[in-house]
């Protein structure tokens, strides 16, 4: 019984076959104008590309987000220059019906057109549109548009019977699990006020005298804060001499809430006001409405 083969012709066959498939990746490649054409080329790669082209296109939204801001003030102050040329015919015709020179008659008709002029005027208050959004009769809210790829303000608005005052803004920023640190060094402190804090609903009582006595003023709050972690999810770390207060759940929805007296809150760093809610937070601060 004899085999016959050619090993030749077949290890040829490979080497072509081999050839066929880098000369069809290569084809692929030039023929896109990429380098990553699928997961096998890079995988590392891709992942970064896909995450840099999502950045791209969040941007270039972002972009046209704000050229429609922009096209929707263009169309009010189109129809404003229309009411301000409305105007100032308005007192060219007051003044000179205030010349003597003028009949009643006279008087009228120049009353008559003053009247069309203000007709026009509502007419076109009533019909400056954008994209079906009335512009100049008080309906439309004051709206701050999503302009940045990473930007987090959604829907910011005040309402036509916003009042003029002092307001607290929270500012929001992505993050992936809601913390708070305070201002001021704990551990140089003598003393604090004897009070409760209240972390998301539970009261954590300190006292002026242990913390004095403590060794370890910070580690005396921290301690306290972390004996109530399995009932307030928030832990207590030291950083750099300050109070840190960590959500243990990551997700948008858990947050810290965390208020007291206004004393005993500046002694821990937190700031003056009696409240503080950190969830995405970066910061507060005054904003003014009004005159």
Do not use: C
């Not at 916003?162 to 992505?174: D, L």
């Not at 001499?241 to 002694?267: F, N, P, R, Y």
């Amino acid at each position: 019984m004899r085999i016959n083969h050619n090993i030749a012709a077949m290890e040829a066959y490979r080497q072509l076959t081999i050839t066929s498939g880098q000369l069809q990746k290569s084809l692929e490649k030039l023929s896109s104008g990429l380098r990553i054409n699928r997961a096998a080329d890079d995988a590392a790669g891709l992942a970064i590309s896909e995450k840099m082209r999502s950045q791209i296109r969040s941007i270039h939204q972002a972009s046209r987000n704000a050229q429609d801001g922009i096209s929707l003030i263009q169309t009010a102050e189109g129809a404003l220059d229309e009411v301000q040329a409305i105007l100032h015919r308005v007192r060219e015709l007051a003044i000179q019906a205030a010349n003597d020179t003028y009949t009643s008659y006279d008087r009228e008709q120049i009353q008559k057109e003053i009247d069309q002029l203000k007709a026009e005027i509502d007419r076109i208050g009533e019909s400056a549109q954008f994209n079906t959004r009335k512009l100049l009769t008080g309906e439309l809210s004051f709206i701050i548009n999503q302009v940045g790829g990473n930007a987090y303000v959604s829907n910011m608005t005040a309402s036509p019977s916003t009042q003029p005052g002092t307001y607290k803004v929270k500012i929001y920023q992505e993050a992936s699990r809601a913390e708070l640190t305070g201002v001021t060094n704990v551990s140089i402190l003598d003393r604090i006020h004897t009070g409760e804090i209240v972390i998301n609903g539970v009261a954590i009582y300190l006292n002026s005298t242990e913390f004095s006595a403590a060794l370890d003023k910070l580690q005396y709050v921290i301690d306290k804060i972390n004996e109530k972690t399995h009932n307030t999810g928030v832990k207590a770390e030291r950083v750099n001499g300050h109070l840190k207060l960590v959500q243990t759940e990551e997700g948008s929805e858990e947050k810290i809430i965390l208020s007291g007296s206004q004393a005993l809150l500046q002694d821990l760093g937190f700031g003056a006001v009696p409240s503080v809610l950190s969830n995405e937070l970066s910061g507060t601060g005054p904003a003014f409405v009004g005159d």
